[in-house]
T-cell receptor, first 111, second 114 residues
């Protein structure tokens, strides 16, 4: 099983719809989880952290399921500007403090 | 506003040349990283550094070296560039382990090796 795995997409979603994608991780010792957003030809930027209890930031909701070892990102009322690649990031706070990026899920919001 | 800058946005070099990619951050971060990003392969960690003059190999260090003489600057060196090193190179920095460790990325350097 890959350390961090995401569906590469693309997800083609009409504007205004709700879209969700997951990211699975293999190391049960993983402690910190993040979603980054990367626009075309730009650098990745932090979208939001993922907390154990789940968290929401406007139209975005992130959740963590430790039992099944996945995190999710839900986008409600999607906008054209949400079109981007979403990277899942997992940090295992052991001796190596390893930070692992998923390969990303491409999202296209259609007008 | 936090900032990570990279010396070049685009770079074209010839096979066998020695290539220097510079990265500077103004956030007084201890941690700095070099990644390369390729289609279908995602971000892959080349080297990282948790302190001045300290370096650790990432997942794909072969063909690369790094230098960190000052806290704010982390350089990636391609000793003898090869065509398979054509890629987007991204530098990042973050606060120390144990604290909120968001990584801040530079704009990237697209390197083409002919």
């Amino acid at each position: 099983r890959k350390e961090v795995e995401q569906d590469p997409g693309p997800f083609n979603v009409p504007e205004g719809a709700t879209v969700a994608f997951n990211c699975t991780y293999s190391n049960s010792a993983s402690q910190s989880f993040f979603w980054y957003r990367q626009d075309c030809r730009k650098e990745p930027k932090l979208l939001m952290s993922v907390y154990s209890s789940g968290n929401e930031d406007g139209r975005f909701t992130a959740q963590l399921n430790r039992a099944s070892q996945y995190i999710s990102l839900l986008i409600r009322d999607s906008k054209l500007s949400d079109s981007a690649t979403y990277l899942c990031v997992v940090n295992t706070r052991n001796r190596d403090d390893k930070i692992i990026f998923g390969k990303g899920t491409r999202l296209h919001i259609l007008p | 506003d936090v900032k990570v800058t990279q010396s070049s946005r685009y770079l074209v070099k010839r096979t066998g040349e020695k290539v220097f990619l510079e990265c500077v951050q103004d956030m007084d971060h201890e941690n700095m990283f070099w990644y390369r990003q390729d289609p279908g392969l995602g971000l892959r960690l080349i080297y990282f550094s948790y302190d001045v003059k300290m370096k650790e190999k990432g997942d794909i260090p072969e063909g690369y070296s790094v230098s960190r003489e000052k806290k704010e600057r982390f350089s990636l060196i391609l000793e003898s560039a090869s065509t398979n090193q054509t890629s987007m190179y991204l530098c990042a920095s973050s606060a120390p382990t144990g604290s909120y460790n968001e990584q801040f990325f530079g704009p990237g350097t697209r390197l083409t090796v002919l």
